[in-house]
Each structure stands twice: as C-alpha cells, then as structure tokens.
C-alpha cells in the first residue's frame, strides 16, 4: 500500500527556521497537503495542493514540492508552533485512497 | 460556521459493534464528501474511508475494509460509521472531516474534535 514518510522529529529554536519533509512515490503527480495538531485538539490545515496557505494561517508557513518529495518549511519557528505535523495525499494507482505521512514532532525550544 | 460534532463513542467489547454519527451545519452537506479518520491513543492519524456526496462512491482502509460501513443522510446532515467486528487494535479517537475536493485531488478542510472508541473486555 502507499505510503507517505516523514522524519520522527525535528527541533529548532525561536526564530530558526524549521523543516519537514514528506516522501512519496506519487508526490509528482499528487498534490501534498499538511496538517498541524497541537495536544489535544484536532488537526488543523496549515499548507493545501503543495504550497498555498489558508487563510488565517500565519506567512511564516509556507510549503514546496519537488519530484517525489514535500516540504513544509517554517521561517522563524514561534514557541507556539510546538505540534506534530502531517503530510497527507492520495495515492497514484487509482484506488483513490487517502494517506497520512508518519507525523513529525516539531519541538522549538 | 462549519461544524462538525461526532458522537457514538465509548467502550466496547471485542467482536462488538458501534455507530459512530457526525452532525454537520453550517454549509450544503449534500455538496460535499466526507472522511473518516482516526488515531489510536499516542499514535498519527490513520484515514478510514470515505463517501461521495450522493454515496455513490465508498472507499476504506484496508485495515477496516469488510468490517467498517460509512453512509450519510443528506436530509438529516448526517454521516454515520457502522463499526462491526470490533478489535483492540481499533481503539482510537474517530474523527469525521469535510473533503473540499477539485477536478484533482482532495483535501480535508474541516475536522469535528472526535469521539473516543474503547475496544476492550
């Protein structure tokens, strides 16, 4: 089955910027979206179709896609950013199955 | 506003079943698909299945394929999940989501906070 991968974790401190990336096979002909979720809450959509952000989402989000690998790149992490992170697509095959990345825990201390 | 609230949860016993339902207001439910997505206790969000706006189209998770059924009622705003055959390893918080889909792909633009399910003797 497809799968999305993304590193376990990944830590900056206030004011660096933070990376995560996400790997799929299909990623070159499907759009990757990312999701945040803070403890204890449900996820929220912070970058959709691989690099626009809704609105309400701060400018320091921003998203880019090349080949077969995504990137959610945030400038100038704020404490408040601490959360896990999911890359989330569909599969190429034609089954149209939606698909979650692993998730990354971002911690910016 | 668009909400979405789930409700159904709670604890079951293995080989049990569980309805899960999902009221939703503020937008044309009709228009839309809709998800189902979990995630079990400490772990990522797994998605389970959808359905087209007409439920002309399902789809699942090979982990809940033949177990699970998603269905709505357009005039009551509602989307449901029959859970039949239930494992431990299907303890989750369940959460129902919008699908905002283009000539593309689609995406889920808004989440509901979940219903627990407890499967456990």
């Known amino acids: 089955s497809y799968e999305l991968t993304q590193p376990p974790s990944v830590s900056v401190s206030p004011g660096q910027t933070a990376r995560i990336t996400c790997s799929g096979d299909a990623l070159p002909k499907k759009y990757a979206y990312w999701y945040q979720q803070k403890s204890g809450q449900a996820p929220v959509l912070v970058i959709y179709?691989?690099?626009k952000r809704p609105s309400g989402i701060p400018e320091r989000f921003s998203g880019s896609s090349s080949g077969t690998m995504a990137t959610l790149t945030i400038s100038g992490a704020q404490v408040e950013d601490e959360a896990d992170y999911y890359c989330?697509?569909?599969?190429?095959?034609?089954?149209?199955?939606?698909?979650f990345g692993g998730g990354t825990k971002l911690t910016v201390l | 506003q668009v909400q979405l609230v789930e409700s159904g949860g709670g604890l079951v016993k293995p080989g049990g079943s569980l309805r899960l339902s999902c009221a939703a207001s503020?937008?044309?439910?009709?228009?839309?698909?809709m998800s189902w997505i979990r995630q079990a206790p400490g772990k990522g969000l797994e998605w389970v299945s959808y359905?087209?706006?007409?439920?002309?189209?399902?789809n699942y998770a090979d982990s809940v394929k033949g177990r699970f059924t998603i269905s709505r009622d357009n005039a009551k705003n509602s989307l449901y999940l029959q859970m039949n055959s239930l494992r431990a390893e299907d303890t989750a918080v369940y959460y129902c989501a919008r699908e905002d889909c283009s000539s593309t792909s689609c995406y889920l633009d808004y989440w509901g906070q979940g219903t627990l399910v407890t499967v456990s003797s």
């Open positions: 359905i087209s706006s007409s439920s002309s189209y399902t």
């Open positions: 503020g937008f044309t439910f009709s228009d839309y698909y």
């Open positions: 179709e691989d690099s």
């Open positions: 989330y697509s569909t599969d190429s095959s034609g089954n149209h199955r939606r698909v």
